[in-house]
């Protein structure tokens, strides 16, 4: 189920993307427990650290829960209108600070994905390709929220850029369960879906301002759905002081 990695690269983040990949595949299903860190230390070839520290990446992007003395568990996925109702509810939480996440997320996917488009190689987009696939043959939505991390970590490790991979992972953590109530609004993930093909033609076409374009764009749209839902409940919904909105672009 995994591979050992090779030495050079971020390898934290190449553990975080092949369990990732491990679950979105099947080969492993909320509730199942990942291996002792001895076994996974063996499997990728890599130290203690380079597992805890990947642990605690997937456990920041709600991917796995750590149970002290117990060991790391993939988590079940909210998928009970109950379980929507109380992920709704917590849209209570700061619109400012959210505002400002995407914000941020539009400064940093946009320069990744113009940078994808540059320098992405054939075998790059043909994964990108893999992972939107992956999303449209799944017959289970809630696991789209995890295509949806897999995808944008994804663009961001095509660019080429460590840094750069390792910021998005942080953003992706501090957003946690915000990504995820997101995605239950409904028909947000699908249109995600669409969106995410129309951002690769753009790769593909070599057309990096088409595809930073059609990324902000996305986020936005994104950005707007849950501002609406916000709206709904009577929360505020002021621009953050000091913090300029990035305005959607109209498509060429």
Known sequence: MFMPLKPYGNLSESVVSQIIQALNTGNLKPGDKLPPEREMCEMFSVSRTVIRDALKTLAGLGVVTIRHGMGAFINEVADKPGDISRLASLLQITWGTMEELFQVRGILESKAVF????????EGIAE????????EN???DSKLALFDAEFHLKICEVAGNRVLVRLMINVLDLLGEVREKVLM?????????RDHQE??????????????QRMINH????ENAVSAALSERGENNQNVPGCPNYKRLPLR
């Open 219 to 222: 986020l936005k749209d994104i």
């Open 115 to 122: 940078w994808c488009t540059q320098n992405a190689t054939d």
């Open 128 to 135: 990108l390709e893999d992972i939107i696939r992956s999303a």
């Open 199 to 212: 951002i690769v033609e753009a790769i593909r076409e070599r057309n990096p301002e088409l595809a930073c």
């Open 138 to 140: 799944s017959e289970n």
């Open 185 to 193: 609004i409904p028909g947000r993930q699908r249109l995600s879906v």
